[in-house]
């Protein structure tokens, strides 16, 4: 088995591949290979926690002159400022129309379910104004935010922006309240801005028409929830998750597994308040409204991905062979229709997630009494799940990989700080 500092080398290694791959150097080993390496290294990822859940921590701090964390501070507040400008230049470059949704319908439609709902309307109804029928799919924390930037007058994408920063300022607290050595500090403090950076040039006009990092904000403050012992905070970046982009519904069941096995009382009571949240924030305002409003969300998600696989340019549809998502060899190699190919993925697509969570459990709960750090076990098995839910998704848009990517991040600090730490509770 592999000790722990050579965990702590090989998963930053992975890390830096795994997010090379999935932004600037997206598709530079061709529409097979690409989509293969990003699988193997976020799997990879995910083995790594998994393996790191069953050995003991290692407290070998070396010891270190105190000094102020303002340099931690600064660093941050350095890589801040230069994703602002950064973003700001291509907000500039591609500013928002919302009568013009030529490339991008998803900050246009986010933008009319804002109005409606501020004018009193039912959201949830078809858009007419670009010249086709789009039925809304976006689940309520995808728009409401948004809500502040229609009544402040500002450009909507700074409501993502300032998410993401939010739950980069909260991992830094966590960074720095942490043991890990200076070293490390150095290098947390501005690798999240790294990854951001990159992920803004990998992917430039679809990061400025996308709203990504918004749920990328919220799936790392659902990962710092894990280790926190703040039901409120489990609950809400849940909820947060559910009712946006939903990726994690279903590797849920494996979480609640372990919350029930710990402590049924408080996993009841993590339950109650999610189902609460559910009720009170989509069924009653919106569900209760139009019962199939669901199902109306992803018929019409299916009859979009059906369009783009049979929209053929030059014989390949571009979209499925960027290099990040499976979906080159499906389009390639399975004989049949565009229609048919897709089915096969949807299937294989679900298939995957569900025997990656099935088997995850299985393994908790044969092991559980050998897992030394459950924390660290949930969360390499959540990375598990969503690099096969995200490398096997229909329209594998490149922004759509910011979520697993930020998720590689926190893992890796938590490889990093069982080899500096016994602390299990970080937050």
């Known amino acids: 088995m592999l000790d722990i500092n050579t965990k702590t080398n090989w998963i930053l290694v992975l890390f830096v591949f795994e997010v090379l791959l999935c932004t600037v150097c997206k598709n530079n080993f061709g529409p097979y290979v690409s989509p293969v390496l990003v699988l193997i290294f976020g799997l990879s990822i995910g083995v790594l926690m998994l393996i790191t859940a069953f050995q003991k921590s290692v407290n070998n701090v070396v010891a270190e002159k105190k000094e102020s964390h303002k340099i931690y501070y600064g660093l941050w507040f350095f890589g801040l400022v230069y994703a602002f400008f950064h973003s700001l230049k291509y907000f500039k470059r591609w500013p928002l129309n919302f009568k013009d949704a030529a490339f991008s319908d998803v900050v246009p439609q986010i933008g009319i379910l804002v109005q409606r709902f501020l004018n009193g309307e039912f959201p949830y109804q078809v858009i007419d104004n670009w ?29 993502p922006f300032s998410a993401l920063t939010f739950a980069f300022f909260v991992f830094h607290k966590i960074l720095l309240n942490s043991g890990v050595r200076r070293t490390y500090k150095w290098i947390f403090s501005i690798l999240p801005w790294v990854l951001l950076i990159l992920f803004i040039n990998g992917s430039k006009q679809q ?40 990726s994690l519904v279903l590797w849920l069941p494996l979480f609640a597994l372990n919350y029930l096995l710990k402590d049924k ?3 009841l009571k993590y339950i109650g308040l999610i189902i609460a949240g559910v009720i009170v924030i989509y069924v009653i305002p919106f569900l209760t409204q139009d ?7 992803y018929e019409y998600h299916s009859r979009v991905a059906g369009v783009h696989w049979s929209n053929i340019i030059a014989n390949q549809p571009n979209l499925l062979f960027e290099g990040i998502g499976m979906t080159s060899f499906f389009y390639s190699f399975i004989e049949g229709d565009s229609l048919y190919k897709l089915n096969m993925l949807k299937v294989i697509h679900l298939t995957l997630s569900l025997l990656s969570v099935i088997g995850l459990s299985v393994l ?22 969503l690099t096969f839910f995200y490398c096997f998704i229909q329209l594998p848009f490149s922004y759509l990989f910011l979520v697993p990517l930020v998720i590689s991040l926190f893992g890796c600090f938590k490889v990093v700080a069982q080899n500096q730490t016994t602390d299990e509770l970080l937050t």
């Not at 019962?291 to 969300?297: E, M, W």
């Not at 908790?364 to 799940?385: D, E, H, V, W």
Request: glycine share 6%; proline share 4%.
């Open 131 to 159: 010249g086709y029928n789009l039925f809304p799919t976006y689940q309520p924390m995808q728009w409401m935010p948004y809500i502040l930037a229609e009544l402040g007058g500002f450009d909507y994408r700074w409501i």
């Open 207 to 246: 990061y400025a028409q996308s709203g990504e990092s918004l749920i990328a904000a919220y799936y790392l403050l659902f990962a710092m929830a894990i280790y926190s012992s703040n039901h409120y905070f489990k609950s809400g970046t849940t909820l947060l998750c559910l009712l946006s982009r939903y």
């Open 265 to 267: 009382a408080k996993a």
């Open 291 to 297: 019962p199939l409003l669901f199902l109306k969300g």
């Open 364 to 385: 908790y709960y044969l092991k559980r009494s050998k897992i030394l750090k459950t924390n660290i076990f949930l969360l390499g098995s959540f990375k598990i799940y």
